[in-house]
């Protein structure tokens, strides 16, 4: 199996990726198949849900022979990230692993400012990792707005709770943090949304971690735009759309009222 990742914007999504995932696991397991690159795994309190969706048009080079190569490996995503925090800012990505391997090979090359080529050579860990069968979000409301703004407010309601009530009608978006040293409210306008969509005579109220929804905005390099969507009793489903179909997505439990 080889990959490889040479367009400048491609390449920083996939660095802001795995230096973001490192929030949530220490280790992970990364699948492959003919058509994608994908990754799927639960926080240590088994609150959220990560997947990771990189087609194989989204790489400059995609070689996966299902005969021949591993269908899944296992990685320490702390080494990782640091290794990939070596990489100069124009060298391409290259990632490979033979047959039966016990090693990914990870190379940084063809720098044009002359920086010297580097390569990486770290074993793979063995996981014990079901993937879970993830349907379709059913939502009762969808929030597309711009990912800066978002994560502004989020991290300002941190300074008060480590939660966050939305509420949710035809007329309002509303977030409310409030613990014994203060609180926070807002009010989302409308215009300063991309996107609103909610079932005609919904009144929808649900808590969440910001703890967690702060990590889920720290992929904001990803896009501009973050998507939401919300259901009675359901989990927060967030995503942040790519090129080529592929995707990074995040399921949210909330929080139960004792």
């Known amino acids: 199996m080889k990959i490889t990742i040479s367009e400048p914007h491609k390449v920083a999504h996939f660095t802001a990726i795995f230096h973001n995932l490192k929030q ?18 639960l926080d240590g309190c088994h609150c959220c849900l990560f997947e990771c969706k990189l087609t194989s048009q989204w790489f400059d080079n995609y070689d ?10 296992g990685v320490n995503l702390a080494l990782l990230h640091k290794i990939i925090g070596t990489r100069h800012t124009d060298q391409t ?10 090693n990914l090979d990870i190379n940084f090359v063809g720098s044009a400012e002359n920086n010297l080529d580097r390569f990486f050579e770290i074993s793979l860990i063995d996981i014990q990792c079901d993937l879970m069968e993830l349907p379709p979000p059913d939502t009762l409301v969808d ?7 978002f994560q502004e407010l989020i991290s300002q309601m941190l300074m008060f709770n480590n939660e966050v009530l939305f509420s949710f009608g035809e007329d309002k978006i509303k977030l409310n943090a409030s613990g014994n040293d203060g609180s ?14 909610i ?14 929804i702060n990590m ?13 969507g919300f259901s009675e009793s359901m989990p927060m489903y967030v995503k942040y759309n790519l090129d080529d179909d592929s995707y990074v997505s995040f399921y949210l439990a909330p929080k139960i009222e004792n």
């Open 199 to 212: 079932a005609e005579g919904t009144e929808l109220t649900q808590t969440y971690s910001l703890k967690y």
């Open 24 to 41: 949530f696991s220490d280790n992970m397991v990364i699948y492959f198949n003919s058509d994608n690159f994908y990754i799927q795994g």
């Open 93 to 102: 990505i290259e990632l490979m692993v033979e047959k039966d391997s016990d």
């Open 143 to 149: 929030l597309t707005m711009n990912t800066s703004k």
């Open 64 to 73: 996966y022979d299902a005969e021949k190569d591993q269908p899944y490996i």
């Open 184 to 197: 926070m409210r807002t009010e989302i306008k409308f215009d300063d949304v991309q996107e609103y969509a």
């Open 216 to 228: 889920m905005c720290n992929f904001h390099k990803l896009n501009s735009e973050i998507c939401m």
